[in-house]
């Protein structure tokens, strides 16, 4: 069993992950790509929801605001890629900069109202700003970033040559994702990071060893925020577009939910559930229209059987599993 | 060290605090007690910046406090434990240690290091200290009440106060805890020179360690000074043996 | 500068719709402070009146009252699956986390409006006024649909019963004192269970009523129910989260404003109403006329 933890898993994950094209069709790729972004997007949440104790109703806004900005940038504006997603990234955590220092002054029901009404503001502006994110109708056909230095790569790597740009976009967004979710263990695993899990236990007790819970709380939800937008600035070119329903309420209790099912209390839990939750997706709306029904009843049966997820399931069995090892 | 000032606060018409002064020399021990109901908590609470006081003042350190935020407090050197248990629940005794001392040593904001190595040695000289280094892996929640009580100590020790606030600390305990407790308490305050405060419903142990006693009833002072004193005061005695013991 | 006459049109159509959002908001706000959660499903339970007032009619065929007992059956029906949810599904989850219990109310609405889809299809539905209250009255040089004008009169007569029934009534006193301190009042001995099934059959009664009463109105189709639950959420937000007459006020603040917003500034309309809930929250989180929670 203790060989089996030292394997680096995510490293064998991520390299799998690069064979998706190779091995699967298109759809496996675009699913993967899904996947792979959504991850990302709740992972960022979880560190509000999971590490932070603050349940968020607004994720969805900040996930917007970084698909709207990458989308404006290169396709209004041209800006090349590895500009307009940092970009995402940075105009995201300004928001969450604005909108969080109001809500951190906030307590439960009323923080998670106030994140609601502000991912609302944005929706409504995403909405109705006809000329800056293209209303209702939002932004189609977001261009892909360019991909000819690829080419000139292909001719020293074989394997790297011989894909379309989607495959290409989806080799792009896994390094980039990957890298996000390395940051983001790593803020976790941090002082900072221990800090915001007192926050999580115990606000008041915390607050009496010293710590500037606001600060905090804060400090938390900006990269949270900096990383939805980052995902955005993804989704949107993914997409081939971005709407304002990206910011919609209902596209923050999708993440959550992927969130709750994946497990809010490991770190891979929301990448879990994102995976889960997409791959499920796909499979039921094959069969039927009806798939809220199959999500809601999952969502009920998550919530009175398995409140850890699916990572708390599986850690549950894993130690019922280390401890009969033992008894034997 | 402390000093209060004419301290009120009044809850929707009812005054759970009226006009209470009084103040902690340094390096003292000092109680205060009251029945139930008294405004023990209330002036606790007015005291560490849990809430603001509708008039009066409290001044640390000749400095004035009076309703600054508690982690400000905490930094000026003022630690304060709290009735009910106060900790972190889901995490392991170690880290809730570890929490503290990080903080007071200033990592708080360090965003990219792994944190299990920090100040490992610093945190676990402190479980010893309190006597709970062989929980250390034991998530806070599992443990028993009074060790529960010595893991709020530990942390808020773990700050290195200068004054220690201590709501009823052996509350809930057995006398055997009781009794370990407050020696334990008291080897503490002693090795590292804290000035003590703490609010207590036992008199044993009250008349035990305490130098200065204040007595409250009905959010206000009747009776203040030293144990003997306090002891033979005729409204103490009214207030108490009507009603305790 | 629109007449006056226009104006007061405007008006009285942004009292309507506040008098149904006052319905809904209260029974949402009736939940949030008894039980301290956030029904998103209230929305849902709007919708399902909306849809079984229809159903009802199509069974009793048009005949003069049955409309009303349509309405009213709808409400009934409402308030019974409302019930039973609580009793058998959300009563376990009371100890737990809030965040559960507020998906638990977000997956009833993904359970529940695909069960309204599978039932009465995607296809908008609608019912006419009923007998009586058709035909409109000429006020001012505006004219007011008589079923409007009941709606109208009937929102503050709803709020009135209602406030009368909290005040002076057994289980009115109990709902009050549950709203306060829970946990007193089981000591007590009052049976809190049964308290909050009952509020939580009451609540949806309302919000079903609304439901049903909003048809000769609005046309009955899927995402009703998302809608509506984002409206009531800001109503109850300015008025105050278990504020009773903070709902009634909210509701008129948000009538007005939508109905002379959607008039003066088509575009930042929506805009405007979620400014002013975030406003709210920023400035005063508990309403108008709400309490501090602690």
Known sequence: MKTLSRVPWALVVLVAAFFVPAAGSRYYTFLANDVVIWALFATSLNLLVGYTGLVSFGHAAYFGIGAYTTGILMKKLGVPFLLAFPAAGVAAALFALVFGFFCVRLTRIYFAMLTLAFAQIVWAICFKWNEVTGGEQGMPEIPYPAFDWLELVAAWLPFVGGYRTSEHFYFLTLVLVAGCLWLLRRVVGSPFGRMLTTIRENPERAEFIGVNVRRYELAAFVVAGAFAGLAGGLFGIFNRGVFPDFAYWTKSSEVLIMTLLGGMGTFIGPALGALVLIWLNQQIVSYTQYWPLILGTILIVLLFVFPGGIAGALESAARRFRRRRQVA | MLEVRDLRKSFDGFQAVGGVSFSVPRGSISAIIGPNGAGKTTLFNLITGHLRPDAGSVSFKNREVTGIAPHDLCRLGMGRSFQRTNIFPRLTVFQNFQAAVLWHRGCGWNLLAPVDRFYRDETEALLDSVGLLDKAGEVAGFLSHGNQKQLELGITLALEPEILLLDEPTAGMSAQETRESIRLIERIARERGLTLLFTEHDMEVVFAIAHRITVLHQGEVIADGAPEEVRRHPEVRRVYLGERR | ?294
């Open chain 3, 1 to 294: 500068m629109p007449d006056l006459s226009f104006v007061f049109a405007q008006s009285l159509s942004g009292l309507t719709a506040a008098m149904f959002l006052f319905l809904i908001a209260s029974g949402l706000s009736l939940i949030f402070g008894v039980l301290r959660v956030l029904n998103f499903a209230h929305g849902t339970f709007y919708m399902l009146g909306a849809y079984s007032a229809y159903q009802i009619v199509q069974w009793l065929g048009t005949g003069p009252v049955s409309f009303w007992v349509a309405a009213f059956g709808a409400a009934a029906g409402v308030a019974l699956l409302g019930g039973i949810v609580e009793r058998f599904l959300f009563q376990r989850l009371y100890g737990k986390e809030e965040l559960y219990q507020l998906l638990f109310t977000y997956a009833l609405v993904l359970v529940l409006g695909d069960v309204a889809k599978i039932i009465w299809g995607t296809q908008q539905k609608s019912l006419s006024r009923p007998p009586g209250l058709t035909g409109a009255l000429s006020l001012f040089g505006a004219t007011i649909p008589y079923y409007n004008l009941f709606i109208i009169l009937l929102g503050p007569a709803i709020a009135l019963g209602f406030w009368f029934a909290l005040q002076r009534t057994r289980a009115g006193r109990f709902i009050r004192a549950a709203a306060l301190d829970r946990e007193t009042l089981g000591a007590l001995g009052v049976n809190v269970n049964a308290l909050y099934t009952g509020v939580f059959v009451l609540a949806s009664f309302l919000g079903g009523l609304g439901g049903a009463l909003i048809t000769p109105m609005r046309a009955i189709v899927p995402g009703m129910d998302t809608e509506v639950i984002v409206e009531a959420f800001v109503v109850v937000v300015i008025g105050g989260l278990g504020s009773f007459w903070g709902t009634f006020l909210g509701a008129l603040i948000y009538g007005q404003v939508l109905s002379f917003g959607i008039l003066f500034f088509p575009r930042f309309s929506i805009f405007s109403i979620f400014a002013l809930m975030a406003a709210v929250l920023i400035i005063r989180p508990w309403g108008l006329l709400g309490k501090p929670l602690k």
